[in-house]
């Protein structure tokens, strides 16, 4: 299972691919939202506000891979809502400029979190985590292999918010009802679902650090925003409490073939 020199540059690349594979909708713009700085910032209801205004990535989040992207909130946020999620080009996103409400998950073609912490989708809403304001940066990952979404507050997660979205092609959504409400869209990459990304969601960071220390080139896999966001919970209170010093890992053949290198014979 030893990659080729160019599949393992392709994958390299992906992992380096631009801070920004989508921006929002310009073609979308209404008086209720302005954009500007390339269309990464947004303004709701420049002057003040009459209902519920939204934005909408330029492009579908494609399947098969991993999508991550991150939400400055610039301003103070309060009001009836300000939300961030996904939703299908079907979601009834474009019906409350009028009304003011909790738009992202009102209908089943739209999934949102919003700022006071729930989740909402079809019309229900739960309690999910922690409320979100003001300098807070607000992570959204989808994998669109196995249909997962999750979310993060200054890159910490918040757990699985909704599942079973394989077989939707979704688009990156934010709405508020508040007046001069300004976000900045800080980064938006993706990565394909695969071994190697499969890999990093279960490696412990100090598997993570071993593998960096004595396979420099594997730096791309264990250095980027991929390797910090796939990593799953630990089912304890202390992590450490679980790992191995560094110097006493043993990588098996099957996490030499994750990664893609050759296994050194040792006679």
Known sequence: ???TTNEHLE???DFHSSNHEWTWDEKLSTSSIKLSDNNLNVIFHPIYSTGTAVAKGNKPLEK???HFWEILMITHIYGTDVMVGVGTANAKIYDASDNFCALLGRDQESWGFSYKGYLQHDGKTCKYGT????DNLVGIH???WIGTLQFFINRKPLGMAFTKLNNFTLYPLVSSTMAQCVMKLTYSCSTPASLQTTCLAVLSPSQKAHLSKNFPGLRYLTQNIFADILQKSIDCDNEDDFEFPAEYIILDDFDYALVG???KKHF
């Open 64 to 66: 098969g891979r991993h």
């Open 131 to 134: 409320s979100f304001g003001q």
């Open 1 to 3: 299972m030893d990659l």
């Open 11 to 13: 994958i390299k690349n």
């Open 142 to 144: 989808l994998d669109t």
């Open 261 to 263: 290198i050759k296994k």
